[in-house]
T-cell receptor, first 113, second 113 residues
Framework: SAVISQKPSRDICQRGTSLTIQCQVDSQVTMMFWYRQQPGQSLTLIAT?????????ESGFVIDKFPISRPNLTFSTLTVSNMSPEDSSIYLCSVARGEYGYTFGSGTRLTVV | GQQLNQSPQSMFIQEGEDVSMNCTSS?????WLWYKQDPGEGPVLLIA?????ELTSNGRLTAQFGITRKDSFLNISASIPSDVGIYFCAGKYSGAGSYQLTFGKGTKLSVIP
């Protein structure tokens, strides 16, 4: 399965600022996904990022708040913009390889103060 | 959106005991996946189920895909302290948007030595 490097692993940010999270995969993948995991909760899909096209956002998530880049088949970034304490969560990237292989990064634990 | 009902929400068991948890859905999934998440880490895939009625084992873990495709269970035999963590079920459809996973709310497992 793919090896995913996600950075930063954690951060504490001031409200109103933005944080960009990076996801690097050790091999080329078609589909990359960004999830949010609020404290004590399950994973919620934010968006699907395909190389060369706009990300597809799930209901409740918008590009202005969570802009995503996917410049090539091994890298993606998620930005959490104009942060508020409600954005405090773990953000995870995931890749799909073929029909059944889903691998997750170790996550970025974000605290907004 | 689609929802998975996962139970129990939490379990406290003695080391050596067997564990059982399950997920149900009002919708049919073509694939069921079981993940484990350790603190500070992303989810790690334990077992993937692709066919209705399929029973699959991975060491002390056994999972089954329900005949109706609307449910799945995960059993852990002879639990050990390192089994502690949060277990998530996830379902996936085939067809359009087939790479998206829907997650249950998780079962938090605590093992008492």
């Amino acid at each position: 399965s793919a090896v995913i490097s996600q950075k930063p692993s954690r951060d504490i940010c001031q409200r109103g600022t933005s944080l960009t999270i990076q996801c690097q995969v050790d091999s080329q993948v078609t589909m990359m996904f960004w999830y949010r995991q609020q404290p004590g909760q399950s994973l919620t899909l934010i968006a699907t990022a395909n190389q060369g096209s706009e990300a597809t956002y799930e209901s409740g998530f918008v590009i202005d708040k969570f802009p995503i880049s996917r410049p090539n088949l091994t890298f993606s970034t998620l930005t959490v913009s104009n942060m508020s304490p409600e954005d405090s969560s773990i953000y995870l990237c995931s890749v799909a390889r073929g029909e059944y292989g889903y691998t997750f990064g170790s996550g970025t634990r974000l605290t907004v103060v | 959106g689609q929802q998975l009902n996962q139970s129990p929400q939490s379990m406290f068991i003695q080391e050596g005991e067997d564990v059982s948890m399950n997920c149900t859905s009002s919708s049919i999934f073509n694939t069921w996946l079981w993940y484990k998440q350790d603190p500070g880490e992303g989810p790690v895939l334990l077992i993937a189920l692709y066919k209705a009625g399929e029973l699959t084992s991975n060491g002390r873990l056994t999972a089954q895909f329900g005949i109706t495709r609307k449910d799945s269970f995960l059993n852990i035999s002879a639990s050990i302290p390192s089994d502690v963590g949060i277990y998530f079920c996830a379902g996936k459809y085939s067809g359009a948007g087939s790479y998206q996973l829907t997650f249950g709310k998780g079962t938090k497992l605590s093992v008492i030595p």
